[in-house]
């Protein structure tokens, strides 16, 4: 049973395509910059992103992947810079 899995499992570069592309299909998160690598299947997402709202729709995006075992989230918020200073 354990060389059948072995057999059938999807490479890490492929997976980390396939998550590209899902959340490339997403345009409300064209601004979040993401860093997709994978291992045995776990997918690690690092960079920058808008919300908390977007951080879980880009964790539920790479989740939904074939292949993906587990999404390991290294992101983090960074609102728009919207300050601006005063001398």
Known sequence: PA??????????ERITQHVHDALALAPELQHAQVTISTSAGAVKLSGWTRSESDMATLE??????EGVREVRSHLRIRAESTSRRLD
């Not at 060389?3 to 890490?12: F, V």
């Open 3 to 12: 060389i059948a899995e072995a057999r059938s499992a999807i490479p890490d």
């Open 60 to 65: 539920e995006l790479a989740s939904r992947v």
